[in-house]
């Protein structure tokens, strides 16, 4: 029977093989048309989700209502479902080379349990050819099954944006691709069941994968010419968001803006391709010069403070940093590849003091992560106030608010330029 045909008729059982931002809410939207298996290796991550908690912080209760899904660490249970769909982790190590651990010993899960009639669908972001050359070898050599003649794959990347509210995973149009022109069909048959703005079906495999990676590499690029030409105006002592303002008022000028490049997407995506192109003797030289640009902003911008601190006659080891954020991202509680932490290690190595004040970081996750200490309220005055992550919270305060935490010549430092028209008392320096 077809894929589409069983679990539109709620026949059919649907794993989701890591519970994150991406494969939560495909699980439960899944779970509202069918049977859906939830698997994460994570136990108190589980133990979260069976009590309506998303771990993530993205989704409400609400969002479990009327849902049909059994959340589990046991791998044995994936041998229900019929579709397995993987959205576990796909990280860079710390030689900035792709960390395939967590999606190969997925792989070795569902390989595992794998049947006739099965399908496999990699939602994790990869480089192209990743789910053929790395992950088929495995199911077929642990399933015993041929691709093709007793199972397929397909690749559907996921394009959410944590903590944007209109962006979902129902509400974007989502890429879908397949090892074979039935499984195309039958992957996106049943992804158009619950993606509203329906799908678009990728020629290949490696076209969907390659789509996904040069969405961030192209986001990534364009973030490190703007940080490049905001070193550039730094010299000529103009501020880069008055020029991106003039140029922008051109029809096709586009529209990016300067600042720090963290989280677990943009940073790390297009050191993926960087792999696979280098591996096929292919030396990149923009996508490697944009990384290296925006791996580098935190330590100048630092070295940027750092001179200005020094210029107003003050002794480093006695000056003090008010860091007003530390997720990698505005309004969203995840603090992992936040560059933010760049910066705050690169004022401590000046022997600079630091005070890192963070609404949704959570302190444990912070120092568990980073052995970095959050600060519950800023006390006293400092010499450096960072507008670092622009949370509601900083973005709704008034010069007047700053002006208490702030010393003798003190420094404001706007890195979104958000501020530039309501600082007019401290001494104000943008990208
Ligand atoms: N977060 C985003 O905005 C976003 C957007 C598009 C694409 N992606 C991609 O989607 C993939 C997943 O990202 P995410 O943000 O959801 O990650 P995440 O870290 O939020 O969640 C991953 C989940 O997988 C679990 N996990 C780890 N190893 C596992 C394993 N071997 N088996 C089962 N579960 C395992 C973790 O415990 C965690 O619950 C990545 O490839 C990422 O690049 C993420």
Known sequence: MSLYKEISEGKAYISVIGLGYVGLPIALEFAKKTHVVGFDIKEERVAMMRNHIDPSNELVAADFDNTDIEFTTDPEILKKARLHIVAVPTPIDDHRLPDLKPLLSATRNVGGVLKKGDYVVYESTVYPGCTEEDCVPILEELSGLKLGVDFKVGFSPERI??????????????????????????????????????????????????????????????????????????RMKINTFEVLEAAGTKWNFLKFSPGLVGGHCIGVDPYYLLYKAKQLGYHP????????????????????????????????????????????????????????????????????????????????????????????????????????????????????????????DAIFVDIKGVFKHEIKDLTYWSL
Do not use: C
Request: net charge negative; proline share 2%.
């Open 161 to 234: 944006n944590p903590g944007d509210k209109e962006h979902t995973t129902t509400s974007i149009l989502k890429i879908v691709s397949g090892s074979d022109a039935e499984a195309l069909e039958e992957i996106a048959r049943v992804y158009e069941l619950i993606v509203t703005a329906g799908v678009h079906r990728a020629s290949s495999i490696k076209v969907a994968e390659a789509a996904k990676i040069i969405e961030n590499t192209q986001r990534d690029v364009n973030i490190a010419l703007m940080n490049e030409l905001s070193m550039i105006f730094n």
């Open 285 to 408: 030289q923009m996508i490697d010069s944009g990384r290296s640009i925006n791996d580098g902003m935190a330590q100048w911008i630092a070295s940027e403070i750092v001179k200005r601190i020094v210029g107003t006659g003050k002794n480093l080891r006695e000056s003090r940093v008010l860091m007003l954020g530390m997720t990698f991202k505005e309004d969203v509680s995840d603090i992992r590849n936040s560059k933010v932490v760049d910066l705050i290690r690169e004022f401590e190595s000046f022997m600079v003091k630091v005070d890192t004040v963070d609404p949704h970081a959570d302190a444990t996750e912070v120092f568990n992560e980073y052995g970095l200490k959050l600060t519950e309220a800023p006390s006293g005055q400092y010499d450096v106030i960072v507008a670092a992550v622009q949370h509601d919270k900083f973005k709704n305060m008034k010069e007047k608010d700053f002006k208490k935490w702030a010393g003798r």
